[in-house]
């Protein structure tokens, strides 16, 4: 069985990191593979809300840390560029 042709695909991505966000023992490391997982989503994913909430927590340079986290996963499963647009 080759598991590269397995997907992980989370659901309720937008409601999950909001949730975590909440959590004090998730840190910003849980928090960027969340914000991965929504990145690679089909959903619709409110990110102002989502920055909004990360900015509240962390700060600014938390979310540029999230950001930054979250594209490192990108990179590494997707084998793409910097993804420029997306969040």
């Given at each position: 069985m080759?598991?590269?042709?397995?997907?992980?695909?989370?659901?309720?991505?937008?409601?999950?990191?909001?949730?975590?966000?909440?959590?004090?023992?998730?840190k910003?490391?849980?928090?960027?593979?969340t914000?991965?997982?929504?990145?690679?989503?089909?959903?619709?994913?409110?990110?102002?809300?989502?920055n909004?909430?990360?900015?509240?927590?962390?700060?600014?340079?938390?979310?540029?840390?999230?950001?930054k986290?979250?594209?490192?996963?990108?990179?590494?499963?997707?084998k793409?560029?910097?993804?420029?647009?997306?969040?």
């Amino acid at each position: 069985m080759n598991t590269e042709d397995f997907t992980v695909e989370m659901l309720c991505c937008e409601a999950t990191i909001l949730n975590e966000i909440q959590h004090k023992e998730c840190k910003r490391k849980d928090i960027a593979l969340t914000y991965y997982f929504c990145m690679v989503s089909k959903e619709n994913i409110d990110y102002k809300k989502v920055n909004k909430a990360i900015i509240e927590r962390w700060s600014f340079s938390g979310l540029e840390y999230i950001k930054k986290e979250a594209n490192k996963w990108f990179k590494k499963n997707w084998k793409a560029k910097e993804i420029g647009d997306r969040p």
